[in-house]
């Protein structure tokens, strides 16, 4: 199915309609027309064609109610006809294609050429005897037999590219797997609520069919496109389809078209699926993308959205006509800034790079010369024609000589680590219940400084139950018992309650004996619905008896109104609307309240104060929530203005104040203690009243009485960010933030003007890292702005998912820090990585460059030094990059946006151990043969057989690689190094699987490795030696690091360079602005940048997450160039701040980030 194209998938679909036309009264095409209208227009068309909703649904044999029988051929009828709800991604690059792009790297050219003219001139054969004295004296030595096998370098170098190439291939293509493993994980978590055979049951989206009735709330993703059947107070934010902000309100009778991609921002209803798959609007859009992605990937190579697998589900429409500046904040969906660790290792690779192009470039030219001044000016030998040919064979030798030196001196094998390094961490976090869905999210959260959370749900158990109570003038401490309530004060509350929260709200009996009851829908309303359950009522009957349908008028709960309302005609035609919300907003409305004996009575502002001293603050003391339940009546006539909100909801009787608990959870206390220690601050954001803030912070251990901390209400912050104008100034966010630790009543523009103004402070030296959990629509713009965005994976609405880098699974706190400790562990691993190759890299160029300038030929041959380049890079990546991480990762403060990659103790053993080696190979090369009484190697003729001589040099080379490579396991100057190794198998088989081959290579490789066979004792030398790396290693622990002030730090993020200006908003060519770079400079270097290109296309792809964003992002990065709408939700805040305005705080990124 996956692999059908969009144009088959077309054709397929209309041959069955024309075969089952007949049975359902509508056809796919007929419902796809009636999808594109908008509108009344659409209103009128159903009138016409179909008479009214109804209508459609008979047409389509589905009752409003009752929902599709469910049962499997009527489905899989469904299916055929009108589609799957499932939109084929793209094909995945083949094997052969990802080969074909690993030998696009210059560097890997370059040997294929040298190594093939190498070979076409060992087949050549000069006429005539002329060039026994073409060459140096020398040449003579050869014997016959020897220049037979002077093939077998130039193959040998090609079969080692071979090799190069189908490792990199292999690993891309394996990753690439990964990322759609995970990305159809994530699909699958994605279920939506249907009604079928009467149930209500949650399928996942991709099952849905048309004809489905789909139950919508606030919060949802639409998963199809449908026709509102029944509901209220729906409001549907339409911006990724339409570009246009505002949100659409949505009404049987005015504008029923529900499209999919869009967000339901508030109210709830269903709808009747008509359109699904490739025939909604998003499917539609999703077609001509694909279709126009093929056209264009053939124009522009670098068309980096090949990767993305477009499945529908994950991904929300973003718009198709590039829209305004709102829909960028969608099109733009990750992080502005390149992740920390891109960064550095970017800068890193350019300078290592450049360093290895020039001593390779310095090694062939000192070859050359070497070689033309000794034949032709010492030797005063005349240049014959004949000759040509063994000349050229030199040059090509001393060319590939110096291109080795170049392969080994690029780091090709960083990008790599990064990327295994992350992909292993993003595999085991889905463990720790971290889902991860930007790769660099994972590194960030190592950075991390600053956590700001949620309380309901993440720092708490989200199972509310009623503790206390405040009903008829008496405050019960525990549940009181039915018979002490006044019988018609019972029977309004039981109403109150049952009626005005939403039906889908219920609590079911445990799953397994002596469980507790399990809470459905909104937890809030799950905690009252237990407290008539303790009270010995019951909400059905009264549910029944007032189905859904009937209700007259609902005011949904949302972030601005904190309150829920409904309304019901009672019988005698008159209106009684029931009222539920935060108690304190709903008290400041009620002008009567129930006493003892059940009746109402005035309830005046006095009377009010003295009930939050008595009543609500010792109950949010308790760290309660307190909800208050009230309730107001209307006459039939005339009928009240319901849209005018305010006359409305007033002069409310209340019925009761209730104080809900939820618990903290209990791993809690012990996490943030972990994150204190960390030197990462936890704040509290919540949209609680200030005491039940307050006692859950002490309990949770976010404060500790006696400090000195801050805790404030939304109102009083903005009033302290504010200047008399009303803008946000930075400098007052600075007084605040440091000592804030609880955020209470906090709309969700005040977290995210907290979590803005905490990233873009200067206060500290250092960046703030700023991680944020979310778990409401409305914490988008919170969870975008954030370096690294967690939505919950079970309370979670699929806009704050969507929204999100990383889902908690189990809406756990402490899940986070296991994020944190992987963060960390994958920074760790990257310097483990970069110290081991750095010493390779550095010892292996400088031999090579010594041994040429000094006996004309290096003593490493291409063959060996592309071997111990994949030693050192592949097969190294993998061993180190794999390591677990451990506690005391947590027991140390967060490394910081400018601290170097390569630290001081990191340079120390870098250069101590690059000591160790040289000396020991220079004097193996040097008085080697002496000291083994061997033949010497030293300035062998052209194709002389391999000496022993040089096999051991090689030999010791690697041993001293493997055992440096247990060293390079601690970066942090430990002296146990082997601390933990078995806890790693990777590790273990890889550095004994390299052994083995290396044995293998010396004994039996022969002429194309050129090694010739060692003897034991001669073995066992070249063990000591490596050995001898582990004993130097506690030789150089033992040197302390604050007596070298000479030695520099490498690979460090200054602040201005975070961001070049013409990267902000072209995230997709992140990586061709550092190869414009290198262009100016030198083309050769290319291959690390190569592969990290490989690298970020698929993080790219992982982050982007579908193939059409890529597209969407490059029409996007045009319009959106520096602006920060900081507020979208109310116009009359909207502050537009320009990025110039301070030149080092990091320039806000694209526009509508917020």
């Given at each position: 199915?996956?692999d059908?194209?969009?144009?088959d998938?077309?054709?397929?679909n209309?041959?069955?309609?024309?075969?089952?036309?007949?049975?359902?009264?509508c056809?796919?095409?007929?419902?796809?027309?009636l999808?594109?209208?908008?509108?009344?227009?659409?209103?009128?068309?159903?009138?016409?064609?179909?008479?009214d909703?109804?209508?459609?649904?008979?047409?389509l044999?589905?009752?409003?109610v009752?929902?599709?029988?469910?049962?499997?051929?009527?489905?899989?009828?469904?299916?055929q006809?009108?589609?799957?709800?499932?939109?084929p991604?793209?094909?995945?690059?083949?094997?052969?294609q990802?080969v074909?792009?690993?030998?696009?790297?210059?560097?890997?050219i370059?040997?294929?050429?040298a190594?093939?003219?190498?070979?076409?001139?060992?087949?050549y054969?000069?006429p005539?005897?002329?060039n026994?004295?073409?060459?140096?004296?020398?040449?003579?030595?050869?014997?016959?037999?020897?220049?037979?096998?002077?093939?077998?370098?130039?193959?040998?170098?090609?079969?080692?590219?071979?090799?190069v190439?189908?490792?990199?291939?292999?690993?891309?293509w394996?990753?690439?797997?990964?990322?759609?493993?995970?990305?159809s994980?994530?699909?699958q978590?994605?279920?939506?609520?249907?009604?079928?055979?009467?149930?209500?049951?949650?399928?996942p989206?991709?099952e849905?069919?048309?004809?489905?009735?789909?139950q919508?709330?606030?919060?949802?993703?639409?998963?199809?496109?449908?026709i509102?059947?029944?509901?209220?107070?729906?409001k549907?934010?339409?911006?990724?389809l339409?570009?246009?902000?505002d949100?659409?309100?949505?009404s049987?009778?005015?504008?029923p078209?529900?499209?999919?991609g869009?967000?339901?921002?508030?109210?709830s209803?269903r709808?009747?699926?008509?359109?699904v798959?490739?025939?909604s609007?998003?499917?539609?859009?999703?077609?001509?993308?694909?279709?126009?992605g093929?056209?264009?990937?053939?124009?522009?190579?670098?068309?980096?959205?090949?990767?993305?697998?477009?499945?529908?589900?994950?991904q929300?429409?973003?718009s198709?006509?590039g829209?305004?500046?709102?829909?960028?904040?969608?099109?733009?969906m990750?992080?502005?800034?390149k992740?920390?660790?891109?960064?550095?290792?970017?800068?890193?690779?350019v300078?290592?790079?450049?360093a290895g192009?020039?001593?390779?470039a310095?090694?062939?030219i000192i070859?050359?010369?070497?070689?033309?001044?000794?034949?032709?000016?010492?030797?005063?030998?005349?240049?014959?024609?004949?000759?040509?040919?063994?000349?050229?064979?030199?040059?090509?030798?001393?060319f590939?000589i110096?291109?080795?030196?170049?392969?080994?001196?690029?780091?090709?094998?960083?990008?790599?680590?990064?990327?295994?390094?992350?992909?292993?961490?993003v595999?085991k976090?889905?463990?720790?219940?971290?889902?991860v869905?930007?790769?660099?999210?994972?590194?960030?959260?190592?950075n991390?400084?600053?956590?700001?959370?949620?309380?309901?749900?993440?720092?708490t158990?989200?199972?509310?139950t009623?503790?206390q109570?405040?009903?008829?003038d008496?405050h019960?401490?525990?549940i009181?018992?039915?018979?002490a309530?006044?019988?018609?004060?019972l029977?309004?509350?039981?109403?109150?309650i049952?009626?005005?929260?939403?039906y889908?709200?219920?609590?079911?009996?445990p799953e397994?004996?002596?469980?507790?009851?399990?809470?459905?829908?909104?937890?809030?309303?799950?905690?009252?619905?237990?407290?008539v359950?303790?009270?010995?009522?019951?909400?059905?009957?009264?549910?029944?008896?007032m189905?859904?349908e009937?209700?007259?008028?609902?005011y949904?709960?949302?972030s601005?109104?904190?309150?829920?309302?409904?309304?019901?005609?009672?019988?005698?035609?008159?209106?009684?609307?029931?009222?539920?919300?935060?108690?304190?907003?709903?008290?400041?409305?009620?002008?009567?309240?129930?006493?003892a004996?059940g009746?109402a009575?005035v309830?005046?502002?006095r009377?009010?104060?003295?009930?939050?001293?008595?009543?609500?603050?010792?109950?949010?003391c308790?760290?309660?929530?307190?909800i208050?339940?009230?309730?107001r009546?209307?006459?039939?006539s005339?009928?009240?203005?319901w849209?005018?909100?305010?006359?409305?909801?007033?002069?409310?009787?209340?019925?009761?104040?209730?104080?809900?608990e939820?618990?903290?959870?209990?791993?809690?206390?012990?996490?943030?203690?972990?994150?204190?220690?960390?030197?990462i601050?936890?704040?509290?954001v919540?949209g609680?009243?200030?005491?039940?803030?307050?006692?859950?912070?002490?309990?949770?251990?976010?404060?500790?009485?006696?400090?000195?901390?801050?805790?404030?209400e939304?109102?009083?912050?903005?009033?302290?960010?504010?200047?008399?104008?009303?803008?946000?100034?930075?400098?007052?966010?600075?007084?605040?933030?440091?000592?804030?630790?609880v955020?209470?009543?906090?709309?969700?523009?005040?977290?995210h003007?907290?979590?803005?103004?905490?990233?873009?402070?200067?206060?500290?030296?250092?960046?703030?890292?700023?991680?944020?959990t979310?778990d409401g629509?409305?914490d988008?713009?919170?969870?975008?702005?954030?370096?690294?965005?967690?939505?919950m994976?079970?309370?979670?609405?699929?806009?704050?998912?969507e929204?999100s880098?990383?889902?908690?699974?189990d809406d756990?706190?402490?899940?986070?820090?296991?994020?944190?400790?992987?963060?960390?562990?994958?920074?760790?691993s990257?310097?483990?990585?970069?110290q081991?190759?750095?010493?390779?890299?550095?010892?292996?160029?400088?031999?090579?460059f010594t041994?040429a300038?000094?006996?004309?030929?290096?003593?490493?041959?291409?063959?060996?030094?592309?071997?111990?380049?994949l030693?050192?890079?592949t097969?190294?990546?993998?061993?180190?990059?794999?390591?677990?991480?451990t506690?005391?990762?947590?027991?140390?403060?967060?490394?910081?946006?400018?601290k170097?990659?390569?630290?001081?103790?990191?340079?120390?053993?870098?250069?101590?151990?690059?000591?160790?080696?040289?000396t020991?190979?220079?004097?193996?090369?040097f008085v080697?043969?002496?000291?083994?009484?061997?033949?010497?190697?030293?300035?062998?003729p052209?194709?002389?057989?391999?000496s022993?001589?040089?096999t051991?040099?090689?030999n010791?080379?690697?041993?001293?690689?493997?055992?440096?490579?247990?060293?390079?396991?601690?970066?942090h100057?430990?002296?146990?190094?082997?601390?933990?190794?078995f806890?790693?198998?990777?590790?273990?088989?890889?550095?004994l699987?390299?052994?083995?081959?290396?044995?293998?290579?010396?004994?039996f490789?022969?002429?194309?490795?050129?090694?010739s066979?060692l003897?034991?004792?001669?073995w066992?030398w070249?063990?000591?030696?490596?050995?001898?790396?582990?004993?130097w290693?506690q030789?150089?622990?033992?040197?302390?690091?604050?007596?070298?002030?000479?030695?520099?730090?490498?690979?460090r993020?200054?602040?201005?360079?975070?961001?070049?200006?013409?990267?902000?908003n072209e995230?997709?060519?992140?990586?061709d602005?550092?190869?414009?770079?290198?262009?100016?400079?030198?083309?050769?270097?290319?291959?690390?940048?190569?592969?990290?290109?490989?690298?970020?296309?698929?993080?790219?792809?992982?982050?982007?997450?579908?193939?059409?964003?890529?597209?969407?992002?490059?029409?996007?990065?045009?319009t959106?160039?520096?602006?920060?709408?900081?507020?979208?939700s109310?116009?009359?805040?909207?502050?537009?701040?320009?990025?110039?305005?301070?030149?080092?705080?990091?320039?806000?990124?694209?526009?509508?980030?917020?």
């Amino acid at each position: 199915m996956g692999d059908m194209t969009n144009s088959d998938f077309y054709s397929k679909n209309q041959r069955n309609e024309a075969n089952h036309a007949g049975e359902f009264g509508c056809t796919m095409e007929e419902l796809r027309s009636l999808m594109e209208l908008r509108g009344t227009e659409a209103v009128v068309k159903i009138k016409e064609t179909y008479g009214d909703t109804e209508g459609i649904c008979r047409r389509l044999k589905t009752s409003p109610v009752e929902g599709l029988p469910g049962t499997a051929p009527d489905l899989e009828k469904r299916k055929q006809i009108f589609g799957q709800n499932f939109i084929p991604p793209k094909k995945p690059k083949t094997f052969l294609q990802l080969v074909w792009e690993a030998l696009q790297d210059v560097t890997l050219i370059i040997l294929e050429i040298a190594a093939i003219i190498s070979l076409g001139l060992s087949f050549y054969h000069p006429p005539g005897e002329g060039n026994e004295g073409c060459a140096t004296a020398q040449a003579g030595a050869e014997d016959e037999g020897e220049a037979e096998a002077g093939w077998i370098e130039g193959a040998a170098i090609l079969l080692s590219v071979i090799c190069v190439v189908l490792v990199t291939a292999f690993n891309d293509w394996s990753k690439e797997k990964q990322f759609r493993g995970l990305q159809s994980r994530i699909e699958q978590e994605q279920k939506f609520t249907v009604v079928r055979g009467a149930q209500v049951i949650q399928i996942p989206v991709a099952e849905i069919v048309v004809g489905d009735i789909a139950q919508v709330k606030y919060g949802d993703l639409l998963p199809a496109d449908g026709i509102f059947i029944q509901g209220n107070d729906l409001k549907i934010d339409e911006s990724s389809l339409t570009g246009e902000s505002d949100q659409v309100r949505k009404s049987v009778d005015k504008d029923p078209m529900l499209l999919s991609g869009t967000h339901v921002m508030e109210g709830s209803g269903r709808m009747l699926v008509t359109a699904v798959g490739v025939n909604s609007q998003t499917g539609i859009i999703f077609t001509l993308l694909g279709a126009g992605g093929e056209e264009e990937e053939k124009k522009d190579k670098k068309a980096k959205q090949q990767d993305g697998a477009a499945a529908m589900e994950m991904q929300p429409l973003k718009s198709a006509e590039g829209g305004d500046g709102d829909d960028k904040k969608k099109a733009n969906m990750h992080k502005k800034e390149k992740s920390v660790l891109q960064g550095k290792l970017t800068k890193l690779a350019v300078q290592i790079g450049k360093a290895g192009l020039v001593m390779s470039a310095i090694t062939v030219i000192i070859l050359v010369l070497y070689f033309t001044v000794d034949t032709f000016v010492v030797n005063k030998k005349p240049w014959m024609p004949e000759c040509t040919p063994v000349y050229v064979q030199y040059f090509v030798k001393f060319f590939i000589i110096g291109v080795t030196v170049l392969v080994v001196a690029v780091p090709e094998g960083l990008p790599l680590a990064v990327t295994i390094s992350l992909a292993y961490s993003v595999k085991k976090m889905m463990k720790d219940n971290n889902l991860v869905r930007h790769l660099d999210a994972c590194e960030t959260m190592g950075n991390a400084t600053a956590i700001c959370s949620d309380k309901t749900g993440t720092l708490t158990t989200n199972r509310m139950t009623v503790v206390q109570a405040y009903i008829g003038d008496v405050h019960y401490k525990e549940i009181p018992e039915a018979s002490a309530i006044n019988s018609q004060t019972l029977e309004l509350l039981v109403n109150a309650i049952a009626i005005n929260s939403a039906y889908t709200t219920k609590i079911l009996p445990p799953e397994k004996e002596g469980a507790l009851p399990r809470q459905v829908g909104n937890k809030t309303e799950c905690g009252l619905l237990g407290f008539v359950l303790d009270l010995k009522q019951d909400y059905e009957p009264v549910r029944s008896q007032m189905p859904e349908e009937k209700l007259y008028k609902v005011y949904t709960f949302n972030s601005v109104r904190k309150s829920m309302s409904t309304v019901i005609k009672m019988p005698d035609e008159s209106f009684r609307m029931y009222s539920k919300g935060a108690s304190e907003i709903v008290l400041k409305k009620c002008c009567k309240i129930l006493s003892a004996a059940g009746e109402a009575r005035v309830f005046r502002p006095r009377d009010r104060d003295e009930m939050v001293k008595k009543v609500i603050e010792p109950m949010a003391c308790d760290g309660l929530r307190t909800i208050c339940v009230a309730y107001r009546d209307f006459p039939s006539s005339p009928e009240p203005d319901w849209e005018n909100e305010n006359d409305i909801l007033n002069d409310l009787t209340c019925i009761c104040v209730v104080g809900i608990e939820d618990p903290v959870r209990p791993e809690v206390p012990e996490a943030i203690r972990k994150c204190q220690r960390a030197g990462i601050t936890v704040r509290m954001v919540t949209g609680d009243n200030i005491n039940t803030a307050r006692a859950i912070a002490i309990k949770c251990g976010i404060i500790h009485p006696g400090e000195d901390f801050l805790c404030l209400e939304g109102k009083e912050f903005n009033r302290r960010i504010r200047n008399e104008k009303g803008e946000i100034e930075q400098e007052r966010i600075d007084k605040i933030w440091p000592k804030l630790r609880v955020l209470a009543r906090s709309s969700p523009t005040d977290k995210h003007t907290l979590v803005k103004g905490i990233i873009d402070s200067t206060h500290t030296e250092q960046r703030q890292v700023v991680a944020v959990t979310g778990d409401g629509t409305n914490d988008g713009p919170a969870l975008k702005k954030a370096d690294v965005g967690f939505a919950m994976g079970i309370a979670g609405t699929d806009v704050a998912k969507e929204a999100s880098d990383i889902i908690l699974t189990d809406d756990n706190f402490s899940s986070i820090v296991k994020a944190v400790m992987w963060g960390r562990n994958v920074y760790d691993s990257i310097s483990k990585f970069l110290q081991f190759q750095l010493t390779v890299n550095v010892v292996a160029v400088i031999v090579a460059f010594t041994g040429a300038c000094i006996t004309q030929d290096s003593p490493l041959k291409a063959v060996q030094m592309l071997w111990v380049n994949l030693i050192m890079d592949t097969f190294a990546s993998l061993a180190l990059a794999t390591e677990p991480p451990t506690e005391s990762l947590l027991l140390r403060k967060p490394y910081g946006r400018n601290k170097p990659l390569i630290s001081r103790t990191m340079m120390k053993n870098i250069l101590g151990h690059a000591v160790y080696q040289l000396t020991l190979i220079f004097t193996l090369l040097f008085v080697g043969e002496k000291m083994f009484m061997i033949d010497s190697g030293r300035n062998a003729p052209l194709h002389s057989p391999p000496s022993e001589h040089y096999t051991i040099i090689f030999n010791t080379f690697v041993m001293m690689q493997l055992f440096n490579e247990i060293n390079a396991r601690k970066i942090h100057g430990e002296r146990n190094v082997f601390d933990g190794i078995f806890r790693n198998p990777i590790f273990c088989t890889i550095v004994l699987g390299t052994f083995a081959i290396q044995i293998v290579i010396v004994q039996f490789g022969g002429k194309p490795f050129s090694c010739s066979p060692l003897q034991l004792d001669q073995w066992m030398w070249c063990i000591f030696i490596g050995l001898g790396e582990l004993v130097w290693g506690q030789v150089i622990a033992t040197i302390p690091t604050s007596r070298l002030k000479f030695l520099k730090e490498a690979g460090r993020l200054t602040q201005k360079e975070e961001i070049p200006e013409e990267e902000l908003n072209e995230d997709v060519e992140e990586i061709d602005h550092a190869e414009r770079e290198l262009r100016r400079g030198q083309i050769l270097w290319f291959r690390g940048l190569n592969r990290i290109q490989t690298q970020i296309e698929v993080v790219n792809t992982f982050k982007s997450g579908a193939s059409f964003q890529g597209a969407l992002r490059r029409q996007s990065s045009v319009t959106s160039q520096s602006q920060d709408v900081t507020n979208l939700s109310s116009p009359s805040h909207v502050s537009l701040s320009n990025v110039l305005s301070s030149p080092t705080s990091t320039p806000p990124a694209a526009a509508g980030q917020g």
